[in-house]
């Protein structure tokens, strides 16, 4: 005879995220209990059946963990958990073998970092989002050195910065998302005086990644190159 007599984990309110599920088994029976199997439910739908193997004396109980990691939804939630085939046999008392715990599952705010972009040296963007009323807002960088307590601060990277956002609900509950901003060096423009023979071609340099809008001093035609 033995039977899941509590679950331990989880319980109360919880923000939602992936749980591992703890049991509490009981050894109800005159024998020392060496193998059991739990099977469990969450809002009515079964999980993966837990195998357990051990030495539970007469009277004695153990934490069992079920499932090292289970995604709660937010809402209200039930687990079930009960035990079966108690040293391969059938439990000769089956109403004591069955827990119930109900407990609240609070979603997690969904961070609003803005999308990623790039800018040039000595540029300015605005990342994050428009503030949540309830909600705080924490942001740093790495490389290290920034830090703001704004939903959408200014920033004017001089490299290639991530910028990590944690945002925290009016419920307590935090999750954490991050953006890029790339920063790009301006080319170096070019510029000399060149003499050539009338009606000679001249070519000037160039950079292949880059687009060119060369114009004369007397500006009498442009071209892009």
Do not use: M
Not at 177 to 185: E, G, R
């Amino acid at each position: 005879d033995a039977g899941i007599d509590s679950i331990k984990n989880p319980s109360g309110t919880i923000c939602a995220s992936i749980q591992p599920v703890k049991t509490h088994l009981k050894n109800y029976g005159i024998k020392t209990l060496t193998s059991v199997k739990i099977g469990w439910s969450v809002n009515g739908i079964d999980q993966t059946e837990y195998s357990w193997t051990g030495s539970l004396a007469t009277g004695d109980s153990t934490n069992v963990t079920i499932s090292s990691g289970f995604t709660f939804a937010p809402g209200k939630d039930i687990i079930k958990a009960w035990t079966s085939k108690p040293n391969g046999q059938t439990d000769s008392l089956s109403t004591n073998d069955t827990a119930q715990l109900s407990f609240i599952v609070n979603p997690l705010p969904t961070p609003g970092v803005g999308s990623a972009r790039i800018i040039c040296t000595g540029g300015v963007t605005t990342i994050g989002a428009s503030s949540i009323a309830g909600h705080s807002y924490s942001w740093t960088s790495n490389p290290p050195g920034f830090t703001s307590s704004n939903s959408n601060p200014s920033v004017n990277p001089n490299i290639t910065t991530n910028y990590i956002l944690t945002e925290t609900g009016e419920l307590g509950c935090s999750k954490t998302d991050s953006v890029l901003v790339t920063v790009n060096t301006p080319p170096s423009i070019y510029s000399d005086t060149l003499s050539f023979c009338k009606q000679l071609s001249l070519q000037l340099p160039k950079e292949s990644s880059y687009k060119y809008l060369w114009q004369n001093v007397n500006p009498v035609d442009t071209s892009t190159v």
